[in-house]
């Protein structure tokens, strides 16, 4: 018989600041500020929800990819993921919500074969 799989949690907050658009976020005893973007008239000047969102993929890619290849026991160097997001709000799927329309991660993995990188990132896309 398999043992269940542990079920993680995760917390955080975020509350409105006196800058009209500036929002403090705080996970575990980090403090961290996003601003809404300067189209909707806020500061722009931290990082945007969108840009936060898409980097924590980035983020849990090269976490998830530097794990992978430690369970499988493959040496790697450095780790890189860019991720471009784009939300056309013409061609969203649903008129209620606004979704990225288009998402591409770039991996880069150096110290290892182009196999083994292939074999990372699939791992990476089946978690």
Avoid: W
């Avoid at 969108?50 to 369970?71: D, K, M, T, Y």
């Amino acid at each position: 018989m398999t043992a269940p799989l542990p079920i993680r949690e995760f917390d955080v907050q975020a509350r409105s600041t006196d800058t009209f658009g500036r929002v403090l976020c705080n996970a575990r005893d980090h403090h961290f500020i996003v601003d809404g973007p300067a189209y909707n008239g806020c500061p722009g000047e931290a990082l945007t929800p969108p840009e936060a969102f898409l980097s924590s993929i980035a983020a849990c890619g090269v976490e998830l990819v530097q794990v992978i290849a430690r369970e499988q026991q493959k040496s790697v160097g450095a780790v890189q993921l860019s991720v471009h997001g784009v939300v056309d709000r013409a061609k969203q799927a649903r008129a209620d919500v606004t979704t990225f329309t288009h998402v591409r991660l770039d991996f880069t993995i150096a110290g290892t074969s182009q196999e083994n990188a292939a074999a990372l990132v699939d791992g990476f896309r089946r978690r």
